[in-house]
Nanobody
Framework: QVQLVESGGGLVQAGGSLRLSCAAS????????MGWFRQAPGKEREFVAG????????YFADDAKGRFSISRDNAKNTVYLQMNSLKPEDTAVYYC????????????????WGQGTQVTVSS
């Protein structure tokens, strides 16, 4: 099992950028597929981006393509989500998740979840 702690959320104006970090504890992080999901008020949790254990493969929701990037540093047990050109509709709680699987876009495939970090984009 891996414990996950997100940071880097906050309030930003539309068009701005934020970088979220997810720090992991546990020996299996380097073998985990990692993902970022988000949940806006009244909506279901949805996939944003995912990255394979090696970092060699990345995956993005259509709305995130071209604006967001995901990376990981296995030496630091950390995964990052760089968000650029933010829109008000990106406002949500962002969650980091990890699991031993090869389906980064599937919410149910993840074993471990962080508590989330709030991202608010003002217009």
């Amino acid at each position: 099992q891996v414990q996950l702690v997100e940071s880097g959320g906050g309030l930003v104006q539309a068009g701005g950028s934020l970088r979220l970090s997810c720090a992991a504890s546990g020996r299996t992080f380097s073998r985990y597929t990692m993902g970022w999901f988000r949940q806006a008020p009244g909506k279901e949790r949805e996939f944003v981006a995912g990255i394979s254990w090696s970092g060699g493969s990345t995956y993005f929701a259509d709305d995130a393509k071209g604006r967001f990037s995901i990376s990981r540093d296995n030496a630091k047990n950390t995964v990052y989500l760089q968000m650029n050109s933010l829109k008000p509709e990106d406002t949500a709680v962002y969650y980091c998740a990890g699991g031993s699987h090869s389906s980064p876009w599937v919410l149910g495939a993840y074993n471990d979840w962080g508590q989330g970090t709030q991202v608010t984009v003002s217009s």
